[in-house]
């Protein structure tokens, strides 16, 4: 069975940094498209970073230059490193995968966890 279980979430302050994991099982990280999307209260889930199959990243003009994906694969884990956070950034942020789908522009990859809460504070 596939699962992902993301952690990493809390709260920072403005100007701060976190960093999400997303733990997979049932598939390799490798194999798979992987992102990170969030959504606010009241928004729609939008996408937030993604990395295929050979290791090509995607990032929302929103958060260029500030968050990073990447994955460990030995450890089959995603990770989104969030630097310079913002208010705006508040939100339950979700790992998602899929074997084949691999665009960030909306969430319709197959797989989901169950999210993180991130809140920064002004």
């Known amino acids: 069975q596939v699962q992902l279980v993301e952690s990493g979430g809390g709260s920072v302050q403005s100007g701060g940094s976190l960093r999400l994991s997303c733990v997979a099982s049932?598939?390799?990280?490798?194999?798979?498209?992987m992102g990170w999307f969030r959504q606010a209260p009241g928004n729609e889930r939008e996408g937030v970073a993604g990395?295929?199959?050979?290791?090509?990243?995607t990032y929302a003009d929103s958060v260029k230059g500030r968050f990073t994906i990447s994955r460990d694969n030995a450890k089959n884990t995603l990770f989104l490193q969030m630097n310079n956070v913002k208010p705006e950034d508040t939100a339950m942020y979700y790992c998602?995968?899929?074997?084949?789908?691999?665009?960030?522009?909306?969430?319709?990859?197959?797989?989901w966890g169950r999210g993180a809460q991130v809140t920064v504070s002004s």
């Open positions: 049932g598939y390799t990280v490798s194999s798979f498209c």
């Open positions: 990395i295929n199959i050979a290791g090509t990243t």
């Open positions: 998602a995968a899929d074997p084949f789908y691999c665009s960030i522009s909306k969430p319709q990859l197959r797989i």
